[in-house]
Nanobody
Framework: QMQLVESGGGLVQPGGSLRLSCAAS????????IGWFRQAPGKEREGVSC???????NYADSVKGRFTLSRDTARNTVYLQMNSLKPEDTAVYYC???????????????????WGQGTQVTVSS
């Protein structure tokens, strides 16, 4: 059974950092593109970033230069390093397995077939 489990969320002050983890079981992460989404209260879920099977990465303009995706094949885990966090980054963050190997149209939720349960990130002083 394919499963994704996020961890690493929490409360952080503006300007701080967090590293989110997305651990996979039942499949190998480097066979698919893996996306990160977030959903703030009262807002739609939005695509944040994606790492392809070939380790190419894409980022939303709102996080470009602050967030970095990486993958640890041995641990079958993808990491989202979030720096210079802002209050507007507050949301539940989800990782998802794409049906595809590339990150084309990564912000389209229909391209993903397995989702984690989410981890809360709160940026507040």
């Amino acid at each position: 059974q394919m499963q994704l489990v996020e961890s690493g969320g929490g409360l952080v002050q503006p300007g701080g950092s967090l590293r989110l983890s997305c651990a996979a079981s039942g499949f190998t992460l480097d066979s698919y593109a893996i996306g990160w989404f977030r959903q703030a209260p009262g807002k739609e879920r939005e695509g944040v970033s994606c790492i392809s099977r070939y380790s190419n990465t894409n980022y939303a303009d709102s996080v470009k230069g602050r967030f970095t995706l990486s993958r640890d094949t041995a641990r079958n885990t993808v990491y989202l390093q979030m720096n210079s966090l802002k209050p507007e980054d507050t949301a539940v963050y989800y990782c998802a397995k794409s049906r595809y190997s590339t990150c084309s149209y990564y912000g389209s939720m229909s391209r993903y077939d397995d989702w984690g349960q989410g981890t809360q990130v709160t940026v507040s002083s």
